[in-house]
């Protein structure tokens, strides 16, 4: 309660009391044994008190102490509490008066519902949506209308989205990522066959509930792909002669004429919520809505394989299929996608996610400090008290480190991505480094290099809290850091971000993908 005070002065006593008779969520009668309490304190102390007990939510007690009664009720539903909102309107956790179900109302925008011809086509689309029963998509119980305007009664789902579910914890394994993106296949599957196209796929619109059920959420930018229809009457709901989607996720074919798509534009969508699943960022990144279109149109296709490592590649090609600029080029329905997301996922074991059969055997991790010389070969070069060394071409790329200066390394990663994160500290793990410290923020990643006295911080050009060009100067500039080195990962996606890093021997960039050699070679350069 302490963080949803009233905009408003609190009402008095007796306002609450009437409020809460206004609001409807009580009887006159049931509120008669608590009158004589409410009376004897302050409102917002009453309000308190409901809410610990369990009859008021704060949503509710909020409301009542605003004096805004009448947001608590809408048709045959009491209003728990506020989910979000978007362009379509207003999302509500609610309770059905009588049967008591527990459910999520959204109420649309008066501008969206403001035409008689929509009224018609949102009923239509309405009762087919209806009809959707799949245990990966978010149900639709019913639609009316009050003087809010129209709702529509769904689905409550007990858990959140998947654009949270990264942010608050990072990006995904990539067994989870497979698992959610096939669950929502299956679902959008479903809806094709039923003549649905969602249109507006994305991470935020994906939910898993609390037993790790996925749900395909927000039907509302749904165009019902029915054949027979005047192009007007099969028109989306939200359709006015503007482009409908999310640009970060949306098909290049949808930016021209987001009317005309098909099933195909969400297998493009969907492999670009896959994309943002496993590195916690969409696949293009544009400093406005036209450059973001422009990217999925023209820009190369993100490379995935230095986020699979050896845990699934074939994963990478299953990627580029679904994001293919030319539908025709796509997997030309969600069965397919389905198919090829459950045969990797077959192939993939928790919690290794090894590719390898189980009588395969590890690598063992390479001796640096006397590696072994290949018959014929000749060492590639020694690494000197500069750090600095060439390699022969056609010369094993063989390494040999002063004794000590290994295993006494102190190594800060920097890495929002776990299964990138992973790989790294695998690497680092056959160098032989004596610590790592690891963080997604490039503030804290600073801050515990200067506490740690670290040796090499190690990032990835997106960052939490900045670009991995941006910690590069700040550690440049900071006395504090000592003679820190840096060195940043980079795809081919980030040449602009990269334009900005500084040129100094203290900082190397590691083209993506890399391996183990390529990342020795790019700490050794910048230990000084």
Do not use: W
């Given at each position: 309660?302490?963080d949803?005070?009233?905009?408003?002065?609190?009402?008095?006593?007796?306002?609450f009391?009437?409020?809460?008779?206004e609001s409807?969520?009580?009887?006159?009668a049931d509120?008669?044994p608590?009158?004589?309490?409410i009376?004897a304190?302050?409102s917002?102390t009453?309000a308190?008190?409901?809410?610990?007990a369990?009859?008021l939510?704060e949503?509710?007690a909020?409301?009542?102490l605003?004096r805004?009664?009448?947001?608590?009720?809408i048709g045959?539903?009491?209003?728990?509490d506020?989910?979000?909102?978007?362009?379509?309107?207003t999302?509500?956790?609610?309770?059905h008066r009588r049967?008591?179900?527990?459910?999520?109302?959204?109420?649309?925008?008066?501008?969206?519902?403001?035409?008689?011809?929509?009224?018609?086509?949102f009923q239509?689309?309405?009762e087919?949506?209806?009809?959707?029963?799949?245990?990966?998509?978010?149900?639709?119980?019913?639609a009316?209308?009050?003087e809010?305007g129209p709702?529509l009664?769904?689905e409550?789902v007990?858990g959140?989205?998947?654009?949270?579910?990264?942010?608050?914890?990072g990006?995904?394994?990539?067994?989870?990522?497979?698992d959610?993106?096939?669950?929502?296949?299956?679902g959008?599957?479903?809806?094709h066959a039923q003549?649905?196209?969602h249109?507006?796929?994305?991470p935020?619109?994906?939910l898993?509930?609390?037993?790790?059920?996925?749900?395909v959420?927000?039907l509302?930018?749904a165009?019902?792909?029915?054949?027979?229809?005047?192009p007007?009457?099969?028109?989306s709901?939200?359709?006015?002669?503007?482009?409908v989607?999310?640009?970060?996720?949306?098909?290049p074919?949808q930016?021209?004429?987001?009317g005309?798509?098909?099933?195909?534009a969400?297998i493009?969508?969907?492999?670009?919520?896959?994309h943002?699943?496993?590195t916690?960022?969409?696949?293009?990144?544009?400093?406005?809505?036209?450059?973001m279109?422009?990217k999925?149109r023209?820009?190369?296709?993100?490379?995935?394989?230095?986020?699979?490592a050896?845990t699934a590649?074939?994963?990478?090609?299953?990627f580029?299929r679904?994001?293919a600029?030319d539908?025709?080029?796509?997997y030309q329905?969600?069965t397919?996608?389905?198919?090829?997301?459950?045969?990797?996922?077959?192939?993939?074991?928790?919690?290794?996610?090894?590719?390898q059969?189980?009588?395969?055997q590890p690598a063992?991790?390479m001796?640096?400090?006397?590696?072994?010389v290949?018959?014929n070969?000749?060492?590639?070069?020694?690494i000197?008290?500069?750090?600095?060394?060439?390699?022969?071409?056609?010369?094993?790329e063989?390494?040999?480190l002063q004794p000590?200066?290994?295993?006494?390394?102190?190594?800060v990663?920097?890495?929002?991505?776990?299964?990138?994160?992973g790989i790294?500290?695998?690497?680092?793990?056959?160098?032989?480094?004596?610590?790592?410290?690891?963080?997604g923020?490039?503030?804290?990643g600073?801050?515990?290099?200067?506490?740690?006295?670290a040796d090499?911080?190690i990032?990835s050009?997106?960052?939490l809290?900045?670009t991995?060009?941006?910690?590069?100067?700040?550690?440049l500039?900071?006395p504090?850091?000592g003679r820190?080195?840096?060195?940043?990962?980079?795809?081919?996606s980030?040449?602009?971000?990269?334009a900005?890093l500084p040129?100094?021997?203290?900082v190397?960039?590691?083209?993506?993908p890399?391996d183990?050699?390529?990342?020795?070679?790019?700490?050794?350069?910048?230990?000084?």
């Amino acid at each position: 309660m302490a963080d949803k005070q009233p905009s408003r002065d609190v009402v008095s006593t007796g306002e609450f009391v009437q409020c809460l008779a206004e609001s409807g969520l009580f009887d006159i009668a049931d509120l008669l044994p608590d009158t004589a309490q409410i009376a004897a304190i302050d409102s917002a102390t009453a309000a308190q008190k409901l809410v610990e007990a369990g009859k008021l939510t704060e949503f509710q007690a909020d409301a009542v102490l605003s004096r805004r009664p009448a947001d608590l009720k809408i048709g045959n539903y009491e209003i728990l509490d506020r989910l979000g909102a978007g362009a379509m309107g207003t999302v509500f956790k609610a309770r059905h008066r009588r049967m008591k179900r527990i459910v999520a109302l959204k109420v649309l925008s008066r501008e969206v519902a403001g035409s008689e011809k929509f009224a018609l086509r949102f009923q239509r689309e309405v009762e087919t949506i209806a009809k959707l029963t799949h245990p990966n998509i978010v149900m639709a119980f019913d639609a009316d209308e009050d003087e809010t305007g129209p709702f529509l009664v769904m689905e409550f789902v007990n858990g959140r989205d998947l654009a949270s579910e990264v942010k608050n914890s990072g990006s995904l394994s990539v067994a989870d990522a497979v698992d959610r993106i096939l669950q929502a296949a299956r679902g959008l599957e479903y809806a094709h066959a039923q003549g649905i196209i969602h249109r507006d796929i994305k991470p935020g619109n994906i939910l898993r509930d609390v037993d790790g059920v996925i749900k395909v959420a927000d039907l509302g930018l749904a165009r019902l792909n029915t054949s027979g229809d005047e192009p007007d009457e099969s028109a989306s709901l939200t359709q006015a002669g503007m482009v409908v989607g999310t640009a970060e996720y949306m098909p290049p074919e949808q930016a021209i004429d987001s009317g005309q798509v098909d099933h195909r534009a969400d297998i493009y969508s969907l492999g670009c919520t896959l994309h943002f699943l496993l590195t916690g960022r969409a696949p293009y990144q544009a400093g406005s809505i036209m450059s973001m279109l422009l990217k999925h149109r023209d820009a190369p296709i993100p490379d995935l394989s230095s986020f699979l490592a050896d845990t699934a590649p074939e994963l990478a090609p299953v990627f580029q299929r679904m994001v293919a600029k030319d539908p025709e080029e796509r997997y030309q329905t969600m069965t397919e996608v389905v198919r090829e997301l459950e045969r990797l996922q077959s192939r993939i074991t928790a919690p290794s996610m090894q590719t390898q059969p189980p009588s395969a055997q590890p690598a063992a991790p390479m001796n640096l400090l006397n590696p072994p010389v290949a018959s014929n070969q000749t060492l590639a070069g020694i690494i000197g008290d500069t750090g600095t060394f060439e390699v022969t071409p056609g010369v094993a790329e063989q390494i040999v480190l002063q004794p000590g200066r290994v295993t006494s390394l102190t190594i800060v990663l920097v890495e929002p991505s776990r299964t990138q994160a992973g790989i790294i500290r695998r690497y680092l793990t056959q160098f032989g480094a004596g610590a790592v410290h690891a963080t997604g923020s490039g503030q804290e990643g600073i801050e515990i290099a200067k506490r740690e006295r670290a040796d090499v911080l190690i990032c990835s050009m997106h960052l939490l809290d900045m670009t991995g060009a941006a910690l590069a100067r700040t550690v440049l500039a900071d006395p504090g850091c000592g003679r820190l080195g840096v060195v940043v990962a980079t795809s081919e996606s980030d040449a602009e971000y990269a334009a900005e890093l500084p040129t100094d021997s203290r900082v190397k960039v590691l083209p993506k993908p890399f391996d183990f050699q390529q990342l020795t070679r790019a700490i050794t350069s910048v230990i000084v």
